[in-house]
Each structure stands twice: as C-alpha cells, then as structure tokens.
C-alpha cells in the first residue's frame, strides 16, 4: 500500500477529474447555484452537503447530464460535457429512489446499462456476476425488485450504476430510504467498495455525520454557494464560518468583540459581568471587531471547582442533563441567562454521576479549542 | 354460513342476470321459428306432464347452427365484426395512447382538468354524438365544408355511410376507454425511471420502448380488452355511420330479430357471438388476475 496520505487537493500538479468553473443554474427568477467554481479529484469520495434546497442536487444533476448550467462550464478529465446528453456520459447515477425496474429481474437491472453498450454475451455475463458478488446480491440474481428488501434493493441500485464502470459515480441521498443500524454498516460497505473499485464517488447528502463518515472531502453548501470545502476533520476543527461550525455537529456560539492581545491571541468580551474570554486563532482581527467564538461542546471541561490553571472559566448551573448512553450533555446556564453545551464522556456508572439539576458547576476550555469567527 | 351467503349474493346475481337469459336465448336458438307469438316453436308445455317434457326437448335440434355455415353471410359478418374491432381498438390505442401520455406528463394541476375532458362527452347520450357526426361526416356536412372552403378538396369526401366513418365513429365513442387504463398505468409510473434509463445509456426513444412501454402494459391490455369487446358486437355504430357495405354482426343480429322475424337464426347468432366474445374476455380476466399477483 502506498503510505502518503491520499490529499490530491493540496498537490498543485494534479489534475482535477472534475471541474466546476463559475457554474450558475437558475430555474426562472431562482437561483439554485450561484457562480460556483469547485475541483473534485479522480478516487474522491466527495460529499455535497447542506440542508434541503441548498441546490446539491442541482450539482449532481449537472453532472449527470438531466440539467445544464446556465451559465459556466463543467469539465470531465478536461472535456467540457455540457453539450454532452446523459445516455453518452461516462457518469452513472445511484438515485434516491433507486429507480429499479420493476419489470426486470435484479439481474436484468444490473445487465441493463451493459447492454445497451452491446457488451458481448459472455463478458456481460461475467461482469453482471462480478457486480452480484460485489454487492453480495448472488442468490436473489432472479428475483424482481419488490420481492427482496429495502437494504438489497439499495445495493442493486449501487451494483446496476458500477456496473458500466463509469469514472464518476453519483449517489443521491443513497442511505436516506435505510433505518440507522443498517445504515451505518452501509456506510462501511460503501467505502469499501469506493476503495475496491477505485471509482470517484460523489454523494449528496444532508446528513452531516454520514458525509463526516464517508467523504475524503466535504463540501458544506448554502443556498447555491459553496460555503467550505475540507477534509471532515478541518470541517469540524476549523469551520469558516458560523454557518459551518451550527451545520457540522453541535456547537456552542459565543458573540463579543475582539481585542488583540499578543501574538495571535484575542481577549474577547462577550457579556456584561461576565469575565472576558482568551482565545488564539490564526486570522487576524481589528481591535473591537464583532466576533463569533464557536466551542464544541466535548472540549467544555465541566467541574465543581474552579479549575486553577484554566485561562476560560465561567460558572453557572446544570439546567438540563441530555443522557445519551455513551456521551451526557450538560446544559448549563450562566447567570446572564446564556446556555452553555457541555459533554463528557460517560466514563462512570450513571448512578456515580458527579453532576445534577441545579448543581453550580465550572465550565472551561482552553485557548486553542475555540475557533474565533469573523463577522 | 355468513361466508356461503356471502359469496352466494354475487352468484345468484350472475345466475339471474346473466346465466338465465343466456339459456333462454340458447333455448331458442335450438327451436324452429313460427308464425305465432312467441315466433318459434316449441314452447315448454307444463300441464302435459312428463311426456310433454320429453317431446319439448325432442324437437329441439342445432339446424339454425347448421345454417349458419351454409349461408356465407354470417360467418362473413363474424369475420368482418372482428376484423373492424381490430383495426379500430388499434386506431384507438395509436390516438389514446399519446393523449394518455401528455396527460400523465401533464402539471399535476392540470391533470383533473384533462381527465374532466376525456369524460366529458359522455354526459351527452351517446346515440346524439353519433349522430352528430353524421351532420359532420355527410357531403354536406361540416367537414366537407369546412375542406372545401380551405381549398384542400374540390369535390366533396364521401365519408358517411363507409367503413371510414364507422372507424371514426368507434375510435370516438371508446376512446376515453383507451385513455383512462392507460393514464392511470402511465401516472403511477415514477419519473426517475426513464432518467435512470438514460443515465444507463438509453436515447429518449430507448428508455420509451425499454421501460415506459413495457410499464404501461397491464394500461394497454386493459384499454384494447375494454374497446374491443363492446366493438365486436357494436351495432349502432355502422348501422347509423355505416353503409350497405359495412358487414357486422350486431347489424345482422338485430336484422334477424326485428326485419326477418327469425328469432332463432337470431338467437343462434347471439350464442356465436358470445362464445367468440368469451375467448378474449377470459384472456382479459386472466391478465387482470396475473397483475394483481403481480403487484403484491
């Protein structure tokens, strides 16, 4: 196995499998996408991500071939396929639905896409088998779509669109249709079979954590902008913006000014009463800039005393214990009414809980676990 | 005992409506016709008893089939009937299936709107839509007219009273027949199935015949059945829009009963007519039965 970590983006001789330049989509006064210029490299697993009508599915669309842009190029390897029609793009789409047909056999499904290639007889076969056994479909090969279950169905969909071998695979909402436990394990199965067939994947969801799951990279989308595009990890560490840090995960979002105070480190007053806050953040702010601070909940160390080396401590008390099995998140209220997420992990048996209702608690965090947002 | 009746409730229905009648007709057809009222002979006589019983079935005999075959007539008409219901459910399923299509693609909106228009004509009777077309078929009529005055034709079109108008005439009246088992087949369909099939590398034509086709079939099964069984034995049809030229069973049936007085020519007739009808509706029933199957 090649040991370099696989970051094709930050490597400025490769080339791009797609390229998204200036694209725009308006559907009469809308506006799905808006000036969108994006790169996605060949063995990706790139997530679209955002909430509904944030135009994702526009995106995939387009490069499926069922829209095009109505302003922009999209190339393919270098090749502008906006005048190319879907049935001619080596693109195949995983849809939401999974558009089975339900006139066909699973194994007919599969053999569809080959056939209309005119694959000789005896490859076709080889290949719809080799599909089979990828998706672990083998025994249900001469069943008809409604007579196997959703989780199958979903793979027949996965197994009819790879079987083409197309260089760009598109998964729209693939999981959406599949309860959670089968889910995550498809998740898994998904990856694999990413990394089996070494095709690109590009999937359109609006689950955060799948997309963190699955993605080499993320991309958060808004309203037909791209809002950021990061390796999960820099997603959740360092969002862009406010917007990315409240989609991706929980978060607790602090607004106050900034004040420089040494070398990329920040004095933030936020509240009346309240002691200002320290954090350090690599961007640099003007003196009594408005600022978002954004903490994750799990960096909030939560304590009975006063931490004595904390540089971030405020006190307030447990309004609200969500208990989550594993995890326990502490809603804690400070005087000036704020609430504030804090989580542990449940490390002790519930009944040795340090905490309750209405107990005065310390929170703090350190300088470098907040990230400070600009306005 | 509640399930025995329940399920009697419909037999004795079929017994009554249905099997009842069709033995009288079939009775008759076995009989000889007469100069009496009723016009055949013989009639069950009770009061003779047993003997009279037995003489009633002894002269019942299959003469009236037996002519059926030696004069041409009739099995020429036969033929005829199924040929004209052929071609005709064809001509209705070649216009109905495209308005079928435009309405399952049509806005969601709209649809009601469309649907209303298709069964519309059938809130005026049926027997003044036929005969409105004669106002428009004639030489005189509308069409003509209206061909005429665009300078299309010079001489006026004889339609009326030709195998063309009673085409016209049936494709219009069972049209909406056509329309509605194909619409509702052709809306269920889900859209991301002909995208899918593009996406797999169908043309637009491809994805048509590959899947919305072979999709809509249970749709196209159920119209023709429905359009071709009523046509086989239309009569009012070719005998308003048709002419002397136009040879269907329903026209010499009716010709039998009421012109010849020859109830049971008439009768044996009907019993043909029947069986020949049989034939495609248990076809139809067993393609109802297989996408009930199926769809479970």
């Known amino acids: 196995m090649n040991s370099t970590v696989f970051a094709p983006w930050d490597d400025p001789q490769a080339k791009p499998l797609i390229q998204f330049r200036n694209v725009s989509k308006r559907f009469g006064a809308f506006t799905a996408i808006d000036n969108l210029s ?24 387009m490069l499926a071939g069922f829209e095009t842009p109505t302003e922009g190029h999209i190339l393919l390897s270098g090749q502008d396929i906006d005048p190319i029609p879907p049935n ?42 080799e599909m089979l056994r990828l998706t672990r479909l083998e025994q249900f090969a001469r069943r008809k779509p409604h007579q196997i279950s959703g989780g199958q169905r979903q793979r027949v969909a996965l197994a009819r669109s790879l079987a083409k071998a197309p260089k760009l695979l598109l998964l729209d909402e693939p999981l959406g249709a599949l309860d959670k436990k089968l889910r995550q394990d498809t998740q898994f199965e998904l990856m694999d079979i990413q990394e089996k067939t070494g095709t690109t994947f590009v999937i359109v969801t609006h689950d955060q954590e799948e997309a963190m799951t699955v993605a080499s990279r993320v991309a958060v989308m808004d309203q037909g902008k791209l809002m950021q595009v990061a390796t999960p990890d820099r997603i959740y560490e360092t969002p862009n913006s406010v917007y990315v840090a409240d989609f991706i995960g929980d978060v607790n979002i602090i607004e106050g000014r900034a004040t420089a105070q040494g070398d990329e480190s920040y004095r933030i007053d936020w509240a009346e009463g309240q002691p200002p806050l320290t954090a350090s953040s690599p961007t640099s702010l003007s003196n009594g800039q408005g600022c978002h601070l954004a903490i994750r909940p799990e960096k909030v160390t939560i304590s009975a005393e006063r931490p004595a080396e904390a540089i971030n401590a405020i006190q307030g008390k447990v309004h609200d214990i969500a208990y989550l099995g594993n995890l326990s998140t502490y809603h804690v209220e400070l005087a000036n009414g704020t609430i504030i997420k804090a989580q542990t992990a449940n490390t002790r048996r519930i009944s040795r809980r340090s905490f309750t209702w209405e107990d005065p608690v310390w929170l703090s965090w350190t300088a470098t676990a907040a990230v400070l947002l600009e306005n | 005992m509640r399930r025995a009746v329940l399920i009697a409730i419909p037999y004795v229905w079929l017994l009554a409506l249905f099997l009842v009648p069709f033995l009288i007709v079939l009775k008759i057809s076995l009989s000889d016709t007469a100069l009496a009222i009723p016009p055949y002979t013989p009639t069950l006589d009770l009061s003779a008893g047993w003997a009279g019983i037995r003489e009633f079935f002894g002269q019942l005999d299959l003469e009236n089939f037996v002519w059926l075959t030696e004069d041409d007539l009739y099995w020429k008409a ?219």
């Open chain 1, 38 to 61: 994006l790169d996605i490299y060949e063995r990706e697993f790139f997530a679209l991500l955002g909430p509904s009508g944030c135009g994702k599915t526009t995106m995939m669309r």
């Open chain 1, 88 to 129: 001619k793009r080596a693109v195949n789409m995983m849809f939401q639905s999974y558009a089975l047909f339900p006139h066909l056999s699973i194994w007919e499904n599969i053999a569809f896409g080959l056939r209309r290639d005119r694959m000789p007889k005896a490859e076709l076969e080889a290949r719809v088998e």
């Open chain 2, 78 to 296: 036969y033929l005829s009937s199924v040929k004209i219901a052929l071609i005709s459910t064809l001509l209705t399923l070649l216009v109905g299936y495209p308005i079928a299509y435009a309405m399952a693609r049509a806005p969601e909106e709209w649809r009601p709107t469309l649907m209303m228009l298709v069964i519309l004509p059938f809130w005026t009777s049926f027997l003044i839509r036929v005969y409105a077309w004669m106002g428009i078929l004639s030489n005189e009529g509308y069409l003509n007219q209206l061909l005429l005055w665009t300078g299309i034709i010079s001489t006026p079109l004889t339609i009326l009273n030709t195998n063309t108008a009673v085409y016209i005439g049936i494709v219009y009246t069972y049209l909406p027949f056509m329309i509605l088992p194909i619409y509702s087949a052709l809306e269920r369909m889900d859209g991301s199935l002909i995208e899918a099939a593009e996406d797999l590398g169908c043309s637009r034509l491809q994805a048509f015949w590959l899947i919305t086709i072979p999709l809509s079939r249970p749709g196209i099964i159920a119209g023709c059945f429905l359009v071709m069984i009523p046509v086989i034995g239309e009569f009012v049809i070719p005998s308003l829009l048709g002419g002397s030229g136009t040879l269907m069973i329903g026209k010499v049936l009716w010709e039998e009963f009421f012109s010849n007085r020859d109830w049971p020519v008439a009768s044996a007739v009907a019993v043909i007519l029947l069986l020949i009808l049989v034939i495609p509706i248990v076809l139809f029933q067993r393609n109802q039965q297989k996408q009930a199957e199926a769809d479970q």
